[in-house]
Each structure stands twice: as structure tokens, then as C-alpha cells.
Nanobody
Framework: VQLQASGGGLVQAGGSLRLSCQAS????????MGWYRQAPGNDRQLVAR?????STVYADSVKERFTIDRANTTVTLQMDMLRPEDTAIYYC??????????????WGQGTEVTVSS
């Protein structure tokens, strides 16, 4: 199972970016898909996640600014009103069950988001 992330880039404070992540491979089911970020010197932290049933969880710092959405095997993160403190490497992650019935927890490659002040 692979996760391919796209989006990211450089934007000025107050701007918007959209991240997308596509899961592929022999997937039986996907449970939670989400976005996490890691700034230099910090641990990887949850940004937002969405369950297979559509329930969402957001980090307090991004509520009312970021929106996570999911359609089949794709998860997107719309990021509005970006702030310099949102600068980080963003990773998509997913857990589910593969065609062999084994649970997996996989990560996509990171995509860099830089917000200039």
C-alpha cells in the first residue's frame, strides 16, 4: 500500500494551499486517513484526521482554518488563512487492512509547506 502526497509549496501569510494524498495498492479497507506535520526540531503532530465514517478531528491550532475531506482513497487538506507557524513538512498517513487481511499503518512522502510573513 502506497500513499502519494501532492501539493504544498511557498505562500504568503493569509494565503491558501491544498494538499492531496492518494492511497493505492491492494487495499481491502481504509480506516483513518489524516495529515500530520513536523516542523524543524519538533515531533510529528496531528493536523487533522478523518475516519471511514467521516468523523473528523483537528488540532486546536488549525480549527476554523483547515478543512480535511475524503473521497474513497483520497484525502485532501484545504489550508486557508495560513500562518508562518504552519510551516512544516506535512505527511499523510493511513491505517487499514490489506488484501491479505493484515493491518497496515503507512505514511506518504512528506510535502513541504512554507508560509512567509
Amino acid at each position: 500500500v502506497q500513499l502519494q502526497a501532492s501539493g504544498g509549496g511557498l505562500v504568503q501569510a493569509g494565503g491558501s494551499l491544498r494538499l492531496s494524498c492518494q492511497a493505492s495498492g491492494k487495499i481491502r479497507s481504509l480506516n483513518v486517513m489524516g495529515w500530520y506535520r513536523q516542523a524543524p526540531g519538533n515531533d510529528r503532530q496531528l493536523v487533522a484526521r478523518v475516519s471511514a465514517f467521516g468523523s473528523t478531528v483537528y488540532a486546536d491550532s488549525v480549527k476554523e482554518r483547515f478543512t480535511i475531506d475524503r473521497a474513497n482513497t483520497t484525502v485532501t487538506l484545504q489550508m486557508d488563512m495560513l500562518r508562518p507557524e504552519d510551516t512544516a513538512i506535512y505527511y499523510c498517513g493511513a491505517d487499514g487492512v490489506d488484501h491479505k487481511g493484515s493491518r497496515f499503518i503507512n505514511w506518504g512522502q512528506g510535502t513541504e509547506v512554507t508560509v512567509s510573513s
